[in-house]
């Protein structure tokens, strides 16, 4: 796989080597690399229910996730300032949609030891591997099939329990020469009465996949079912109900990765995806207003890099969708669409003595059967510096445009009353991003840093009245978005830093639209601080914290403070009388932090975990 290094500087991406660079570095010149592990986070699990993809992702400085209950629970996730409907989820070379909203694009019912990643997407890269989401994409690959697994107990405060087992099994063929067959299996379970009152849940997934590969090839067909119900009061509405919402997620998705020739490679994914949500405005009376809604999905991805030479290469994406939804509040007939992308985007190298310069220019078509399509520019020059001693520097300016259309709940409502308000004259949203990045790497430390600035047009944003009866108001806004980013980490001997820093600053413009409030377009920190620590005293102990610091920008729907302080801290004893055994002792939200991450809706309460886990 040969790709240019910033492709995840964009988003301050966890792990980033001049890989690239190696390619094409004439042999004389051919140096030891430095990989410098810097994960965005301390933990790798959450606390309150089994891990999913989108787990930790609050403590990511990468991306901005907003939770209801918990992040298992409904998460939305944004990326530099934009809202969750602006982020895909991508999975092998398959953007996963939920035509009905952007609050479900992480209903992933995938086991996470089964997945590399995420990497976060973000300018160039986003517009070019992105669909259907104008900042951002979370993106994951299938990992090769290691013979293994585990099983996992636990308990803790607020009635906890979980239980989760994953086996996995990979054997050579005899009858196919360097092929392997793997099987891999997941079952997860967790319930909870929850951190507040009304915020109780009871999740179960289930995952299984076959995978044949060989050196040069792997092949995944897979199955996951995923059914969550949670409560939690104001889930959607400030209306100071106790609501509740019951999931139901099916994945079929067939994916198969090739290279071929000296660096290049292609990758192909299918899926089909069914998602039913039951949603009930108040647990006390549920027939005060109750919703029913099943979406189906559709879908067919191809991407790759295409290597003519040592100095061209081409890189390309497409992506077809067909949804449909049946529901019960969505009035209109706009209730299935088509969705269309190709994006090219070649790249041209020229090697010099210990540094390469790249540059790449194309364009992303995007169209619908129902909406007007759009032609998007993208384009970068990327210099990466080798140095003899092993440390690199990199050094990126890219400009891209993306866009993509409203979620039927946005457009296919009504207009005129209800608690979900839609908006039948919503356009295309499109995106403009600029910015400038710079990655150092040395011996024992990483940095990566970026400034933009980005233009959205047309973007929907969910608006509130304080003199409607309606929970939720679709309008459209023009934001402007200007941003740093700053990811620092330092390895020591027995212990790892990671710490970083994000500005945003916006200016809006909502025409003549009636506003008070907004719930998710100015729903993000000024100022956002992270740091992260995970320490070995000894083969016995291992200390993991994450900390996140934030001052939210100001919101007159939230409620309590606009500054907000959350930590997790784990401890993991592995006794070493029992092989292959060890213990884990878990709190999140440590000092109770009553934040309301979306103004509006109580923030979660303190969660303290005992787990065991016993692996082979």
């Given at each position: 796989?040969?790709?240019?290094?910033?492709?995840i500087?964009?988003?301050l991406?966890?792990?980033?080597?001049?890989?690239a660079?190696a390619?094409?570095?004439?042999?004389?010149?051919?140096?030891?690399q430095i990989t410098?592990e810097?994960?965005?986070?301390?933990?790798k699990?959450?606390v309150?229910?089994?891990?999913?993809?989108?787990?930790?992702?609050e403590?990511d400085p990468r991306?901005?996730?907003?939770?209801?209950?918990?992040?298992e629970?409904?998460?939305?996730?944004?990326?530099?300032g934009?809202?969750?409907?602006?982020?895909?989820f991508?999975?092998?070379?398959?953007t996963l949609?939920d035509?009905?909203s952007?609050?479900?694009?992480?209903?992933?019912?995938?086991?996470p030891?089964m997945?590399?990643?995420?990497?976060?997407?973000t300018g160039?890269?986003n517009?070019?591997?992105?669909?259907?989401?104008?900042?951002?994409?979370?993106?994951?690959?299938?990992?090769?099939?290691?013979?293994?697994g585990?099983?996992?107990l636990?308990?803790?405060?607020?009635?906890?329990n979980?239980?989760?087992?994953?086996?996995?099994?990979n054997?050579?063929?005899?009858?196919?020469?360097?092929?392997?067959l793997?099987?891999?299996g997941e079952?997860?379970?967790?319930?909870s009465d929850?951190?507040?009152?009304n915020?109780d849940?009871?999740f179960?997934?289930?995952?299984?996949?076959?995978q044949l590969?060989?050196?040069h090839?792997?092949?995944?067909?897979?199955?996951?079912?995923?059914?969550?119900f949670?409560?939690?009061?104001?889930?959607y509405t400030p209306?100071?109900?106790?609501?509740?919402?019951d999931?139901?997620t099916?994945?079929?998705?067939?994916?198969?990765?090739?290279?071929y020739?000296?660096?290049?490679h292609?990758?192909?994914?299918?899926?089909?995806r069914?998602?039913?949500?039951?949603?009930?405005?108040?647990?006390?009376n549920?027939?005060?207003?109750e919703?029913f809604?099943?979406?189906e999905?559709?879908?067919?991805?191809?991407?790759?890099h295409?290597e003519?030479?040592?100095?061209?290469a081409i890189?390309y994406?497409a992506?077809f969708i067909?949804?449909?939804i049946?529901?019960?509040?969505l009035e209109n007939?706009?209730?299935?669409?088509?969705?269309?992308k190709?994006?090219?985007l070649?790249?041209?190298?020229i090697?010099?003595?210990n540094q390469q310069?790249?540059?790449?220019?194309?364009?992303?078509?995007?169209?619908?059967?129902?909406?007007?399509a759009?032609?998007s520019?993208?384009g970068d020059i990327?210099?990466?510096?080798?140095?003899s001693?092993?440390?690199?520097q990199t050094?990126?300016l890219s400009?891209a445009?993306?866009s993509?259309?409203?979620?039927y709940?946005?457009i296919g409502?009504?207009d005129?009353?209800?608690?979900?308000r839609?908006?039948?004259?919503?356009?295309?949203?499109?995106t403009?991003n600029?910015?400038l990045?710079?990655?150092?790497e040395?011996?024992?430390?990483?940095?990566?840093?970026a400034?933009?600035?980005?233009?959205?047009?047309?973007?929907?944003?969910?608006?509130?009245?304080?003199?409607?009866?309606?929970?939720?108001?679709a309008?459209?806004?023009d934001?402007?978005?200007?941003?740093?980013?700053f990811?620092?980490?330092?390895?020591?001997?027995t212990?790892?830093?990671?710490?970083s820093y994000?500005y945003?600053?916006?200016?809006?413009n909502?025409?003549?639209?009636?506003?008070?409030?907004s719930?998710?377009?100015?729903n993000?920190?000024?100022?956002?601080?992270t740091?992260?620590a995970?320490?070995?005293?000894?083969?016995?102990?291992?200390?993991?914290i994450?900390?996140?610091w934030r001052?939210?920008?100001?919101?007159a729907?939230?409620n309590?403070?606009?500054?907000?302080?959350?930590?997790?801290?784990?401890?993991?004893?592995t006794?070493?009388?029992l092989?292959?055994?060890?213990?884990t002792l878990?709190?999140?939200?440590?000092w109770?932090e009553?934040?309301?991450?979306?103004?509006?809706?109580?923030?979660?309460?303190e969660?303290?975990?005992?787990?065991?886990t016993y692996?082979?």
């Amino acid at each position: 796989m040969n790709r240019t290094p910033h492709i995840i500087l964009p988003a301050l991406l966890c792990s980033v080597t001049p890989f690239a660079y190696a390619n094409t570095l004439p042999d004389e010149s051919t140096i030891e690399q430095i990989t410098v592990e810097a994960s965005p986070t301390a933990n790798k699990l959450p606390v309150g229910t089994f891990d999913s993809p989108i787990s930790n992702l609050e403590y990511d400085p990468r991306v901005d996730l907003q939770s209801r209950n918990m992040a298992e629970a409904q998460a939305d996730v944004t990326i530099r300032g934009g809202i969750f409907e602006n982020t895909g989820f991508r999975v092998g070379s398959a953007t996963l949609l939920d035509p009905q909203s952007g609050h479900y694009f992480a209903e992933i019912p995938i086991a996470p030891q089964m997945l590399s990643g995420p990497d976060v997407l973000t300018g160039a890269d986003n517009a070019l591997f992105g669909m259907n989401s104008s900042v951002g994409t979370v993106s994951f690959g299938w990992k090769p099939i290691i013979t293994g697994g585990s099983v996992s107990l636990g308990t803790g405060t607020n009635d906890f329990n979980l239980q989760s087992i994953h086996a996995a099994k990979n054997t050579q063929l005899d009858s196919l020469a360097n092929y392997t067959l793997g099987f891999e299996g997941e079952y997860s379970h967790s319930q909870s009465d929850g951190t507040i009152d009304n915020g109780d849940h009871d999740f179960s997934r289930a995952s299984a996949r076959v995978q044949l590969a060989s050196e040069h090839s792997q092949t995944d067909l897979f199955y996951g079912s995923q059914d969550k119900f949670f409560g939690w009061p104001n889930l959607y509405t400030p209306f100071g109900v106790n609501e509740t919402e019951d999931l139901e997620t099916r994945l079929w998705m067939l994916n198969h990765k090739q290279t071929y020739a000296e660096n290049s490679h292609f990758e192909v994914s299918a899926y089909y995806r069914t998602h039913d949500d039951h949603y009930i405005y108040s647990r006390e009376n549920p027939s005060a207003f109750e919703a029913f809604h099943k979406s189906e999905v559709k879908s067919l991805g191809l991407s790759g890099h295409h290597e003519q030479s040592d100095a061209l290469a081409i890189n390309y994406s497409a992506q077809f969708i067909d949804d449909s939804i049946e529901s019960t509040t969505l009035e209109n007939n706009f209730t299935s669409r088509k969705y269309y992308k190709l994006s090219i985007l070649p790249e041209y190298t020229i090697a010099l003595k210990n540094q390469q310069l790249t540059f790449r220019l194309g364009a992303a078509y995007d169209d619908t059967n129902r909406d007007d399509a759009e032609a998007s520019a993208i384009g970068d020059i990327t210099l990466n510096t080798q140095n003899s001693d092993g440390t690199a520097q990199t050094i990126y300016l890219s400009y891209a445009q993306a866009s993509q259309v409203a979620g039927y709940t946005a457009i296919g409502g009504s207009d005129s009353g209800g608690l979900f308000r839609s908006n039948y004259n919503l356009e295309r949203e499109t995106t403009s991003n600029l910015e400038l990045g710079l990655l150092l790497e040395e011996q024992s430390w990483q940095l990566n840093s970026a400034i933009f600035y980005r233009k959205d047009n047309n973007l929907t944003d969910w608006t509130f009245n304080f003199d409607s009866t309606s929970a939720r108001f679709a309008n459209p806004v023009d934001i402007d978005t200007a941003g740093v980013e700053f990811l620092a980490t330092k390895h020591f001997d027995t212990a790892k830093l990671i710490a970083s820093y994000t500005y945003l600053h916006k200016s809006e413009n909502y025409g003549a639209a009636d506003i008070d409030a907004s719930f998710y377009a100015l729903n993000f920190p000024d100022h956002r601080l992270t740091l992260g620590a995970v320490y070995n005293p000894t083969d016995i102990l291992e200390f993991r914290i994450d900390n996140e610091w934030r001052t939210q920008h100001k919101n007159a729907l939230r409620n309590g403070n606009d500054n907000a302080l959350f930590t997790q801290l784990t401890l993991k004893i592995t006794p070493p009388q029992l092989s292959n055994l060890f213990i884990t002792l878990a709190a999140d939200n440590l000092w109770d932090e009553s934040f309301e991450e979306i103004p509006g809706t109580p923030g979660r309460g303190e969660q303290y975990t005992l787990s065991a886990t016993y692996s082979w």
